[in-house]
């Protein structure tokens, strides 16, 4: 089992439409979770940052940790075509950073999302 | 602040070449991370560097990959031989930590990738 599962799709939705990403983990170290969004042809760049467990929003954007579950989703409200992209979860848990002095971050393979005007 | 500049952004190339990829990070930044992308794998890192120095290289495929940091604006990564297996995206990031509890403000920013096709 790898370390971070996450649905690749792609998911389309019309819109203005709920979405909902969601990624599972295994290794209940883990005590920092993002979000990162990547456009095409592009680099990812950080959408969402939460620690430990419960809900963050910023925006049109919610991000929600379930550390009893080994769960984490991002939900975006009123989708617009501009959230067409990929979007990876990322994990990293305070001991790796620590030991290397860095934040050294375990990825989701990430979703596709296409809105459609 | 340009960000982190990558360059080739595109690089063909026969099997059994020598590949050379260059990274710049965001100057102040103390760590620097070199990943690969593909459909199939998602986003692995490779390597990274902490103060130029490797940290963690456990993500290097094989000998045919190696990565160096002379100083704290400059790293490559580079494949030789190369082999139509290793067609991806590679990414530079880099980011700073300055100690304690993370924050967003230690986030890693990527670069626009190297995208490196073998034939």
């Known amino acids: 089992q790898k370390e971070v599962e996450q649905d690749p799709g792609p998911l389309s939705v019309p819109e203005g439409a709920i979405v909902s990403l969601n990624c599972t983990y295994s290794n209940s170290a883990f005590q920092y979770f993002m979000w990162y969004r990547q456009y095409s042809r592009k680099g990812p760049e950080l959408l969402m940052y939460t620690y430990s467990s419960g809900n963050k929003e910023d925006g049109r954007f919610t991000a929600q940790v379930d550390k009893s579950s080994k769960y984490i989703s991002l939900f975006i409200r009123d989708s617009q075509p501009s959230d067409s992209a990929t979007y990876l979860c990322a994990m990293s848990n305070y001991m790796l950073l620590t030991q290397g002095g860095s934040e050294k971050l375990v990825f989701g393979k990430g979703m596709k999302l296409t809105v459609n005007p | 602040d340009a960000g982190v500049i990558q360059s080739p952004r595109h690089e063909v190339t026969e099997m059994g070449q020598e590949v050379t990829l260059r990274c710049k990070p965001i100057s102040g930044h103390n760590s620097l991370f070199w990943y690969r992308q593909t459909m199939m794998r998602g986003l692995e890192l490779l390597i990274y560097f902490n103060n130029n120095v490797p940290i963690d290289d456990s993500g290097m495929p094989e000998d045919r990959f190696s990565a160096k940091m002379p100083n704290a604006s400059f790293s490559t990564l580079k494949i030789q031989p190369s082999e139509p297996r290793d067609s991806a995206v590679y990414f530079c990031?880099?980011?700073?930590?300055?100690?304690?509890?993370?924050?967003?403000?230690?986030?890693?920013?990527f670069g626009p990738g190297t995208r490196l096709t073998v034939l």
């Open positions: 990031a880099s980011s700073f930590y300055a100690g304690g509890p993370p924050d967003p403000t230690d986030t890693q920013y």
